[in-house]
């Protein structure tokens, strides 16, 4: 690559003030960033050859032509968005700003393997792009939620406990040679935290994502970016020891886990022991929500549980949100009345007197939300965008 083939310096950073999809004038531009009118629309046509920016109606006139205005282009490239689940896959196509283009649901099991698995996530993906009328030239790059520890700075899977022949394996370097795109790995409830932040609650600077489902995990939003810790095992919340005593036994060897205690896995359980049949979170919820006054007392309970777990975190990280997302919340007002009797009574009133408590907004497009932004956020950087531009 020679130096006539690299965009201007600086170009990138332009580029940065034009996401937010505010129209701009080149004289808004050079104002905002002290930069000449004659470097500010060269940067300008760079952009505009890349079709990241694109032409807006033109601004007020005040004497003489309307002067052009300019805005970022969310339709220059697709996203391919993937929230892998134990037996399902939700998939979508989103353009630059995650707003969702098509999108279809597949059954699969995670037991396949990783190349079953992810050769199916990739074939529905081409016909997604198809039915979106792009192409893979349009592909700025794929973004998946496994359901288990990832390793994010290598996309592996680590030591997954309901992921059979998936430790280790190279998911990113597979899914690029199928689609030849850029490819992020992520665990499912970092996405679906992700996803419900950019969705509803940028505004805020700390927020807490908590999933409720057959296990339970969080996400923690710090900053208005993702905390995923040095080993990106941050936010394992299911396998904290409840308060109270018990010896109930976790999947993952020890007792006492609030995965164990208060999982949609585990209330199916006491409710099978209890005489009403219940095999997975989707059962709890349909007793729950037929009136089954069992559900609803475990319901309850599960949340305080999780609440007394959640009121420590609180207390730790001091969000300003805490979202509770996954299947079991699905089941009504239950499961959030107990979270936010367990926190309220246990955290000091300093950290929850701003604190909403609140069921995810996004529901199961939280998942493929996040995924989205995962790739936008690192493929629309400054230093990515200057390879963009060049290529």
């Given at each position: 690559m020679t130096r006539g083939d690299l965009p201007p310096a600086g170009t990138a950073t332009l580029f940065q003030l034009l996401r937010d999809g505010r129209p701009r004038t080149r004289a808004d531009l050079a104002a905002e960033t002290g930069l000449s009118r004659s470097t500010v629309a060269e940067r300008i046509?760079?952009?505009?050859?890349?079709?990241?920016?694109?032409?807006?109606?033109?601004?007020?006139?005040?004497g003489?032509?309307?002067?052009?205005?300019?805005?970022?282009n969310p339709a220059a490239r697709v996203v391919l968005a993937a929230d892998i689940g134990a037996t399902h896959a939700k998939l979508a196509v989103t353009d630059l700003a995650g707003t969702v283009l098509v999108e279809q649901d597949k059954k699969l099991d995670i037991a396949?393997?990783?190349?079953?698995?992810?050769?199916?996530?990739?074939?529905?993906?081409?016909?997604?792009?198809?039915?979106?009328?792009?192409?893979?030239?349009?592909?700025?790059?794929?973004?998946?939620?496994?359901p288990g520890?990832?390793?994010?700075?290598?996309?592996?899977?680590?030591?997954?406990?309901?992921m059979p022949g998936w430790d280790g394996f190279d998911v990113p370097a597979f899914v690029r040679g199928e689609l030849g795109a850029v490819t992020l790995v992520d665990n499912d409830v970092n996405i679906m935290a992700l996803g419900e932040y950019r969705g509803h609650w940028s505004e805020y600077a700390h927020m807490i994502f908590v999933k409720v489902a057959t296990g339970i995990g969080s996400g923690l939003i710090s900053y208005g970016r993702l905390h995923r810790g040095s080993q990106g095992a941050a936010g394992d919340l299911g396998h904290v020891r409840v308060p109270h005593?018990?010896?109930?036994?976790?999947?993952?060897?020890?007792?006492g886990c609030l995965e164990a205690v208060a999982s949609g896995a585990a209330i199916a359980a006491k409710l099978t022991e209890l005489g009403v049949p219940a095999a997975s979170s989707g059962d709890v919820v349909t007793l729950a929500r037929n009136g089954s006054v069992p559900a609803l007392h475990q319901i309850r309970q599960a949340g305080r549980d999780i609440g007394e777990v959640?009121?420590?975190?609180?207390?730790?990280?001091?969000?300003?949100?805490?979202?509770?997302?996954?299947?079991?919340?699905?089941?009504?007002?239950?499961?959030?009345?107990?979270?936010?009797?367990a926190v309220y009574q246990r955290s000091l009133p300093l950290a929850t007197q701003n604190l909403r408590i609140v069921q995810s907004a996004s529901g199961d497009e939280a998942g493929v939300s996040g995924a989205a932004f995962m790739v936008?956020?690192?493929?629309?950087?400054?230093?990515?965008?200057?390879?963009?531009?060049?290529?």
């Open positions: 046509d760079t952009l505009l050859g890349s079709g990241l920016l694109r032409f807006t109606d033109k601004a007020s006139s005040t003489g032509r309307p002067p052009t205005m300019f805005a970022f396949d393997g990783p190349e079953v698995v992810l050769r199916e996530v990739c074939k529905r993906g081409r016909e997604l792009l198809t039915r979106a009328d792009r192409t893979s030239d349009d592909l700025l790059g794929v973004g998946i939620g496994l520890p990832v390793e994010h700075q290598s996309g592996k899977p680590a030591n997954p406990p309901i005593d018990t010896e109930v036994l976790c999947r993952c060897g020890n007792v959640l009121a420590t975190a609180v207390s730790l990280f001091n969000p300003s949100v805490l979202a509770v997302g996954g299947a079991l919340s699905q089941a009504g007002e239950h499961l959030i009345a107990g979270v936010r009797e936008i956020d690192h493929a629309l950087a400054p230093d990515q965008v200057a390879s963009l531009l060049s290529r």
